[in-house]
């Protein structure tokens, strides 16, 4: 196959997998917006088709999306914060679909959990100072106190996949009503009048 940009759009699902599996991808020179098409297409299918997807593809399909994210962040299609966003929002909806195994990375609520630590631009402690005066924040500030606020908002989506006999997961799900109580609702909150 030729690594013309809308033949592999146009391939279904399970040949799109192979495609990006295979050493084809190493052979195109796609921009940043391609890369990111096929990123959302691919992100739809799996919306859409998930519940069609066995638990022998999942681990395909996984790998799959992962090379898919990490080709669209190398040609500047995304940048680290929103695929750590995208993959966290992918995780819930391939959850509803299949359910968690800790033995594929899309299905393991604890492998999303920890690509969200290390993703988190903010830490809570430094949030929850900010927080309530995030208007008077210097610009990077503001900025990384909104990512990061970002990113908890998407991971909150795995909320009812946790085991709550999982310590990782207890810890992870009162980091999460720590923001929600103590930073996103000043973000949440109407500017003053003036």
């Known amino acids: 196959m ?28 796609w921009t940043g917006n391609e890369w990111l098409g096929l990123l959302q297409l691919f992100t739809m299918r799996l919306t859409q088709e998930g519940a069609e997807v066995s638990f022998a593809e999942w681990p395909s399909h996984s790998n799959a999306y992962d090379v898919l994210l990490r080709r669209t962040q190398h040609a500047n299609g995304i940048d680290a914060h929103e695929a750590a966003v995208r993959r966290l929002l992918l995780t819930s909806i391939a959850l509803s679909h299949a359910g968690p195994t800790r033995e594929v990375a899309l299905l393991d609520p604890g492998h999303a959990i920890a690509a969200f630590r290390a993703s988190l631009p903010m830490p809570t402690e430094v949030a929850v100072r900010v927080a309530p005066q995030w208007r008077e924040l210097a610009p990077d500030d503001l900025r990384r106190l909104f990512r990061a606020a970002g990113l908890v908002t998407a991971a909150g989506a795995l909320k009812p996949y946790l085991d709550t006999s999982d310590p990782g997961s207890r810890g992870f799900a009162a980091d999460l009503a720590v923001w929600e109580c103590d930073v996103l609702v000043h973000l949440r909150s109407a500017p003053p009048s003036s």
Do not use: G, I
Not at 8 to 28: C, N, Q, Y
């Open 2 to 29: 030729t690594a013309d940009w809308k033949q592999v759009t146009r391939l279904d699902r399970s040949s799109l997998v192979t495609w990006l599996l295979s050493s084809k991808p190493d052979h195109v020179h």
